[in-house]
């Protein structure tokens, strides 16, 4: 499980939030507008930075912020533990369920915590 890395840079967030999301770059440039070669760009050894504008597009495709995306800090957190990216997409998961699923979703994460 990943958890929250203080040196990563946006090469090896964009990665990982690839990496959770099961997106391919492909998906990614198609639903973002960003070149695939661009998005290569940015995922290569040099890991070359993208502009403001390719950086936000992609963030909004991936469901967080530049912020995360280049400092590997997410406004997202609970009190002062970061989100993981697994937990992200957990809650958006979530946030799509109904009222009732999302309490059987919760009584089963605490049986999985107690086991």
């Known amino acids: 499980m990943a958890y929250y890395l203080k040196n990563m840079g946006f090469k ?9 999301s099961g997106m391919l770059v492909k ?14 760009n ?4 040099r890991g070359q930075m993208p502009s403001v504008e390719a950086a936000v597009k992609i ?14 800090k997410e406004g997202n957190q609970i009190g002062n533990i970061p989100l993981s990216a697994e ?6 998961f979530a ?5 009732e ?3 059987f979703v919760l009584e089963f994460i605490k049986w999985l915590k107690n086991r």
């Open 12 to 20: 090896e967030n964009l990665k990982s939030e690839l990496i959770y």
């Open 27 to 40: 998906e990614l440039s198609a639903q973002s507008g960003v070149n695939k070669a661009s998005l290569d």
């Open 59 to 72: 963030a909004q495709v991936l469901g967080v912020s530049v912020e995360y995306l280049v400092t590997g």
């Open 42 to 45: 940015y995922l290569n050894k």
């Open 101 to 103: 699923n999302r309490r």
């Open 95 to 99: 946030d799509q369920l109904t009222a």
């Open 87 to 92: 937990a992200r997409i957990i809650a958006r």
